[in-house]
């Protein structure tokens, strides 16, 4: 895998590991503020996060030894509000600066398995930030997200408040694979 490639996987690894524990941490809070509905968005997310760093790691499973790596985050514990703002900020700057200059770099060198993992991601940090911005609407009027389903695709971290879905609009995963939250 070519160098370039390796950083940029790296870095994204290192960016999808904080923001699913800066979720987690996000979910207690809005627990603790009374939006149960929200805390479990904020789990469902963390999850999704997840399964971004788990396709960047595999796809560096050839690459090994200790890297210095450098990631960008979202830091600070506010008003679930503010945490909402947080997240929709970082997800967007994943989906029009990081993923988009990640998969150019990608494509131009031919790393087949790292454009699927970034491309899967970049959909799926989306739909991430127009739940949070979805969300953050009932919040800032002082009420719970209205979502009786929250379910999140384990393959691409896709995630559904309807559970209308057939398949994963992302990754064309089957509905009994998703993960209730």
Known sequence: ????????????FGGESQAHMRYRIWADKAKKDGFPTVARLFMATSDAEQVHATLHFKALRDVHGAFSVVSGGEFGLGSTSQNLAGG??????EVTQMYPAYIQVAEMQGEKEAINAMRYAVAAEQVHADC?????????????????VIEMCPVCGYITLTGEEDTCPICNAKKSVFVAY
């Open 132 to 148: 949070y911005t979805y969300a953050k609407k009932f919040v800032d009027h002082g009420k719970d997200l209205e979502a009786e």
């Open 88 to 93: 929709i900020e970082g997800e967007m700057h």
């Open 1 to 12: 895998m070519n160098a370039m490639t390796q950083d940029n996987l790296r870095s994204a």
